[in-house]
C-alpha cells in the first residue's frame, strides 16, 4: 500500500516538475518576444511596472482615476514610441504578466481580423458581475453561437420596427425642453444636460429592447439598477488600478465599505436580473407577439418568435440565454449612447457654424419630403451625410469605449521581424489612435468635413478609416452599431429642427469620466425655440413600411 502511495506520489511530483519546467520555459520564452518591445524599464522585478499606475492614481477620486489611467497610458506611449514608430508598448503587471498595448491601426486591424484573437481579455469577467456570460464576454465558441442568433435582429433591416417608440420617447423629451424654455427661472438652461439624456435612452432602450416601461423621463430618475451597475464597475475598477495599494496602504475600514456598497449593488442588479426574466417568462407563456404586427415587436419578442417558430429550438437561444442577453444589451448600449449623444450635444454647442450647417442640411431635407409627401425613413435619413459626418467626428473625439482589450490565443506572426506571443492580453488604444495626427490630420480639433472629404477607404488625408474604431471593428465589432448610429441620427434631427443650443461651459472644462467602456459629458446647455418662420413643417418619422420605404 505504501508502495502505491509512493509511486503514485512520484508520479505527481514529476508530472508537475515536468509542468514547471514547461511553463518556466514558456515564460523564458515569452520574456524574449516581448524584450524586443519597448516600454517603460522596470527597476523591481516583482512589480513589474504596476509602481507607474499606483503612483499616479492613488490620490485620484473613483471616476477620475480612470481619466488618470487614460493620461498615463497617453504618456507612456508618446514617451516610449514616439511618433507611432512600432505602434506597440508593453507593460508588465507583476513578473508574469505581460501586457501589449496596441496604437498601430494596421496591426490593430490585424488583430480585430485574426481568428485566434477573439476572446476578449482576461479583466472583462469584472463584466460579467452585471451581465454574466453573455456575447459581450463569451468567449468565442460560445460567443459564435449567441452572435449568429442575435445579429439578425439587429441589423439594419430589423430596426425600423423600433422608430414608433423612438419617436414617442423623443415627443416626451421635447416637452421637458420646452418646460424649462418656458420656465421664466431657467430661461432654457439645463445644468446638466447628461440625466435627461441618460433617462430618454432608457426609456427607449426599455421598450425597444424588451417591452418594458421604465418611465425614467416622467419620474425623472433612472432606475437603481442602471446606477448600480455604473457603481459596480467603478468599484471593480479599483482593485484593477491599484492591485497592491488599495488593499495595503487603505484602511480596513475604506475596504469594508467599499465591500458593502458593491454587495447593495449587487442586490440591486439581481432584482434587475431576476424582474428581466419574469418579463420574458410572461411574454414566452402569453405569446403575445403572435397577435402583434411584426414591424412592432420588441428584440425581446422576436428571440423569443424565433425560438418558438424554429424546427430545432435546440439550436436556438434558451429562454436563460435571452435573459443574458436582455442584460447585456441594457448595460451595452445605454451609456454608450447617452454617451454618443451628449457628446455631439456638446460639440455643436460649442461650434455655431457646425451647428448651422447641420440645420441647414436637416431643414432643406426635411422640406423636399413635404414636398414629396413623404416621411422620414431608416434610409433616408442616411442622405444626411453631414448629420452622419457630425455623428462620426464627435465619436472619434469621445470614443464611448477608450480601449478595448482581447486575449490572444496563439503566437500571431506580424511581419519577418516581429511575433506577437500567444496567451496575453491586448490593449487595442482607440482613443490614442484617434488623437494620432498621422491618421487624422489636426486631430484635436472638431471637424466633421473631414469625413465629407475622405469618404472612401483609399482617402486618408482627413480620416484613416482603419484607425476608426468608436464601434471597435473585425469579428467582434459591436452589435449595436447600426441601433446606435439610428437612435443618434434620429436624435439630432429632431432637436435640430426645433432648437439651437449653446454649451455654456468653457470649451473643454467638461471631462469624460472612464469606467472601461463608459463615459458621458455632464454639462450647463441653453437650448433656445428656433423662429417658428424659418422651421419646415416636419414630416413625422415613418413608423409602418410603406410604399416610400426600401427596406
Ligand atoms: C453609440 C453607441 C455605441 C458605441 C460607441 C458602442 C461601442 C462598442 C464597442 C467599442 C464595442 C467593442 C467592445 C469590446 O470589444 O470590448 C461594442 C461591443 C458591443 N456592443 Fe456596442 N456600442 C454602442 C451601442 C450599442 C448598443 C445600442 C447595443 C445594443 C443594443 C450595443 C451592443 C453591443 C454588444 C452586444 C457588443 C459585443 C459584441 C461582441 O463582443 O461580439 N452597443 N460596442
Same mark, same amino acid.
Given at each position: 500500500?505504501?508502495?502505491?502511495?509512493?509511486?503514485?506520489?512520484?508520479?505527481?511530483?514529476?508530472?508537475?516538475?515536468?509542468?514547471?519546467?514547461?511553463?518556466?520555459?514558456?515564460?523564458?520564452?515569452?520574456?524574449?518576444?516581448?524584450?524586443?518591445?519597448?516600454?517603460?524599464?522596470?527597476? !523591481?522585478?516583482?512589480?513589474? /511596472?504596476?509602481?507607474?499606475?499606483?503612483?499616479?492614481?492613488?490620490?485620484?477620486?473613483?471616476?477620475?482615476?480612470?481619466?488618470?489611467?487614460?493620461?498615463?497610458?497617453?504618456?507612456?506611449?508618446?514617451?516610449?514610441?514616439?511618433?507611432?514608430?512600432?505602434?506597440?508598448?508593453?507593460?508588465?503587471?507583476?513578473?508574469?504578466?505581460?501586457?501589449?498595448?496596441?496604437?498601430?491601426?494596421?496591426?490593430?486591424?490585424?488583430?480585430?481580423?485574426?481568428?485566434?484573437?477573439?476572446?476578449?481579455?482576461?479583466?472583462?469577467?469584472?463584466?460579467?458581475?452585471?451581465?454574466?456570460?453573455?456575447?459581450?464576454?463569451?468567449?468565442?465558441?460560445?460567443?459564435?453561437?449567441?452572435?449568429?442568433?442575435?445579429?439578425?435582429?439587429?441589423?439594419?433591416?430589423?430596426?425600423?420596427?423600433?422608430?414608433?417608440?423612438?419617436?414617442?420617447?423623443?415627443?416626451?423629451?421635447?416637452?421637458?425642453?420646452?418646460?424649462?424654455?418656458?420656465?421664466?427661472?431657467?430661461?432654457?438652461?439645463?445644468?446638466?444636460?447628461?440625466?435627461?439624456?441618460?433617462?430618454?435612452?432608457?426609456?427607449?432602450?426599455?421598450? /425597444?429592447?424588451?417591452?418594458?416601461? !421604465?418611465?425614467?423621463?416622467?419620474?425623472?430618475?433612472?432606475?437603481?439598477?442602471?446606477?448600480?451597475?455604473?457603481?459596480?464597475?467603478?468599484?471593480?475598477?479599483?482593485?484593477?488600478?491599484?492591485?497592491?495599494?488599495?488593499?495595503?496602504?487603505?484602511?480596513?475600514?475604506?475596504?469594508?465599505?467599499?465591500?458593502?456598497?458593491?454587495?447593495?449593488?449587487?442586490?440591486?442588479?439581481?432584482?434587475?436580473?431576476?424582474?428581466?426574466?419574469?418579463?420574458?417568462?410572461?411574454?414566452?407563456?402569453?405569446?403575445?407577439?403572435?397577435?402583434?404586427?411584426?414591424?412592432?415587436?420588441?428584440?425581446?419578442?422576436?428571440?423569443?418568435?424565433?425560438?418558438?417558430?424554429?424546427?430545432?429550438?435546440?439550436?436556438?437561444?434558451?429562454?436563460?440565454?435571452?435573459?443574458?442577453?436582455?442584460?447585456?444589451?441594457?448595460?451595452?448600449?445605454?451609456?454608450?449612447?447617452?454617451?454618443?449623444?451628449?457628446?455631439?450635444?456638446?460639440?455643436?454647442?460649442?461650434?455655431?457654424?457646425?451647428?448651422?450647417?447641420?440645420?441647414?442640411?436637416?431643414?432643406?431635407?426635411?422640406?423636399?419630403?413635404?414636398?414629396?409627401?413623404?416621411?422620414?425613413?431608416?434610409?433616408?435619413?442616411?442622405?444626411?451625410?453631414?448629420?452622419?459626418?457630425?455623428?462620426?467626428?464627435?465619436?472619434?473625439?469621445?470614443?464611448?469605449?477608450?480601449?478595448?482589450?482581447?486575449?490572444?490565443?496563439?503566437?500571431?506572426?506580424?511581419?519577418?521581424?516581429?511575433?506577437?506571443?500567444?496567451?496575453?492580453?491586448?490593449?487595442?488604444?482607440?482613443?490614442?489612435?484617434?488623437?494620432?495626427?498621422?491618421?487624422?490630420?489636426?486631430?484635436?480639433?472638431?471637424?466633421?468635413?473631414?469625413?465629407?472629404?475622405?469618404?472612401?477607404?483609399?482617402?486618408?488625408?482627413?480620416?484613416?478609416?482603419?484607425?476608426?474604431?468608436?464601434?471597435?471593428?473585425?469579428?467582434?465589432?459591436?452589435?449595436?452599431?447600426?441601433?446606435?448610429?439610428?437612435?443618434?441620427?434620429?436624435?439630432?434631427?429632431?432637436?435640430?429642427?426645433?432648437?439651437?443650443?449653446?454649451?455654456?461651459?468653457?470649451?473643454?472644462?467638461?471631462?469624460?469620466?472612464?469606467?472601461?467602456?463608459?463615459?458621458?459629458?455632464?454639462?450647463?446647455?441653453?437650448?433656445?425655440?428656433?423662429?417658428?418662420?424659418?422651421?419646415?413643417?416636419?414630416?413625422?418619422?415613418?413608423?409602418?413600411?410603406?410604399?416610400?420605404? !426600401?427596406?
Amino acid at each position: 500500500m505504501i508502495l502505491i502511495v509512493i509511486f503514485f506520489l512520484l508520479v505527481f511530483i514529476i508530472h508537475s516538475f515536468i509542468q514547471i519546467i514547461q511553463w518556466l520555459i514558456n515564460q523564458h520564452r515569452l520574456y524574449l518576444i516581448i524584450k524586443t518591445i519597448p516600454g517603460p524599464k522596470i527597476n !523591481f522585478p516583482l512589480w513589474g /511596472n504596476i509602481n507607474l499606475l499606483t503612483g499616479i492614481l492613488r490620490n485620484q477620486p473613483i471616476g477620475l482615476q480612470s481619466k488618470a489611467f487614460i493620461n498615463l497610458m497617453n504618456d507612456i506611449c508618446e514617451q516610449y514610441d514616439p511618433n507611432n514608430r512600432i505602434g506597440l508598448i508593453r507593460l508588465w503587471f507583476g513578473p508574469f504578466v505581460p501586457i501589449i498595448i496596441i496604437t498601430n491601426a494596421n496591426i490593430a486591424q490585424k488583430i480585430l481580423n485574426s481568428k485566434d484573437h477573439l476572446d476578449k481579455a482576461t479583466f472583462y469577467s469584472l463584466f460579467r458581475y452585471a451581465i454574466k456570460d453573455g456575447v459581450f464576454t463569451s468567449k468565442t465558441e460560445k460567443w459564435l453561437h449567441q452572435k449568429r442568433e442575435i445579429q439578425n435582429h439587429l441589423k439594419f433591416k430589423a430596426l425600423q420596427r423600433y422608430i414608433a417608440n423612438t419617436e414617442r420617447h423623443l415627443a416626451t423629451l421635447n416637452e421637458r425642453i420646452d418646460a424649462v424654455i418656458d420656465d421664466m427661472n431657467k430661461n432654457g438652461q439645463i445644468d446638466d444636460i447628461k440625466p435627461i439624456l441618460s433617462t430618454f435612452v432608457l426609456d427607449v432602450l426599455g421598450e /425597444n429592447l424588451f417591452s418594458t416601461k !421604465f418611465h425614467s423621463q416622467s419620474t425623472g430618475v433612472e432606475p437603481k439598477f442602471v446606477r448600480s451597475v455604473n457603481r459596480m464597475l467603478e468599484l471593480s475598477y479599483i482593485p484593477f488600478l491599484q492591485p497592491w495599494s488599495y488593499y495595503f496602504n487603505k484602511s480596513i475600514l475604506v475596504y469594508l465599505c467599499n465591500l458593502a456598497i458593491f454587495l447593495k449593488t449587487m442586490n440591486y442588479v439581481n432584482n434587475f436580473q431576476y424582474s428581466v426574466r419574469k418579463i420574458i417568462l410572461d411574454r414566452f407563456k402569453m405569446k403575445k407577439f403572435e397577435q402583434k404586427s411584426r414591424k412592432q415587436l420588441s428584440l425581446l419578442d422576436s428571440m423569443i418568435e424565433s425560438r418558438i417558430s424554429s424546427m430545432n429550438p435546440d439550436r436556438i437561444l434558451k429562454l436563460n440565454q435571452i435573459e443574458t442577453q436582455i442584460n447585456t444589451f441594457v448595460v451595452a448600449g445605454h451609456d454608450t449612447t447617452t454617451s454618443a449623444l451628449s457628446w455631439a450635444l456638446y460639440l455643436l454647442g460649442h461650434h455655431p457654424e457646425q451647428q448651422q450647417r447641420l440645420i441647414k442640411e436637416i431643414d432643406d431635407f426635411l422640406a423636399d419630403l413635404n414636398l414629396n409627401g413623404e416621411s422620414i425613413t431608416l434610409l433616408s435619413m442616411r442622405q444626411l451625410k453631414y448629420l452622419e459626418s457630425v455623428i462620426l467626428e464627435s465619436l472619434r473625439l469621445y470614443p464611448s469605449g477608450p480601449f478595448i482589450a482581447r486575449r490572444s490565443r496563439s503566437e500571431f506572426k506580424l511581419n519577418e521581424q516581429t511575433t506577437l506571443p500567444g496567451n496575453i492580453n491586448y490593449i487595442i488604444f482607440i482613443q490614442h489612435m484617434h488623437m494620432n495626427p498621422e491618421y487624422f490630420r489636426e486631430p484635436k480639433k472638431f471637424y466633421p468635413e473631414r469625413f465629407l472629404r475622405c469618404r472612401k477607404e483609399t482617402e486618408f488625408e482627413w480620416v484613416n478609416h482603419q484607425a476608426y474604431l468608436p464601434f471597435s471593428g473585425g469579428h467582434r465589432m459591436c452589435l449595436g452599431r447600426e441601433y446606435g448610429l439610428m437612435q443618434q441620427r434620429m436624435f439630432l434631427i429632431n432637436i435640430f429642427r426645433r432648437y439651437r443650443v449653446k454649451s455654456l461651459d468653457r470649451f473643454g472644462d467638461c471631462q469624460p469620466r472612464f469606467n472601461f467602456l463608459l463615459s458621458s459629458a455632464h454639462f450647463p446647455i441653453r437650448f433656445e425655440r428656433r423662429q417658428p418662420q424659418s422651421t419646415p413643417a416636419t414630416p413625422s418619422f415613418m413608423t409602418t413600411v410603406s410604399r416610400h420605404s !426600401f427596406l
